[in-house]
């Protein structure tokens, strides 16, 4: 009887062991977990998943008067954290157009934007076409910024390659304007217009 009890106690004795192993090397954070995202606040833009902060691809000249202006006019504005959310906004805006979802474009778009996307889509879906999805957004970087009166406008250049359909992939350079009315208690910026770069 001593004998099976000195063989409970160690199996039990290697079991916690193991255990304690376990969640020692379970429980440390190695570097390689993904990141938690903080849900956005209310007007930012969403953030990707897994995209690592995004520096600013200027310095000086025309964009970076256009950036003072729109950080004196606005203090909470920051380069760097609105390129991060245009990121964001591109793939959102992308993947709504594809699925036809109005509801979630109108939120993000001048009125005048949200009435050429609509129409898009409804030309797209008597056709039974298929919308774009994005395989790739390669780059974003601000190329625009400036202030008039209360409105803040900024360019954002973005290249990405897209999948449509029976198309195959297709690069895709262009160049969105966001606007906002800094005195305005609403935080959004929204899509004013696309252009081709």
Known sequence: MNQELLQ?????????????????????RTG?????????????????????PVAPAFAGGSVGEGVAAIERADPNFDAGAFLQGARGAYDLIVGAFAKGDRDALRGLLTPRVYDSYVAAIEAREAANGIGPEIVRLRTAEIAEASLT????????????????????????????????????SDPNWLLSRVQAA
């Open 149 to 184: 009166a209360d409105t803040a406008r900024v360019v954002v250049k973005f290249e990405a390659e897209l999948a449509e359909g029976a198309h195959g992939v297709r690069d895709a350079r262009e160049r969105w304007t966001f606007e906002r009315n800094v005195r305005s």
């Open 8 to 28: 409970i106690l160690v199996l039990a004795f290697v079991a916690g062991v193991v255990l304690v192993r376990l969640y020692t090397t379970l429980g440390k």
């Open 32 to 52: 390689a977990e993904r990141a938690e995202q903080p849900a956005p606040a209310q007007g930012e833009f969403p953030r990707g998943p897994m995209e690592a």
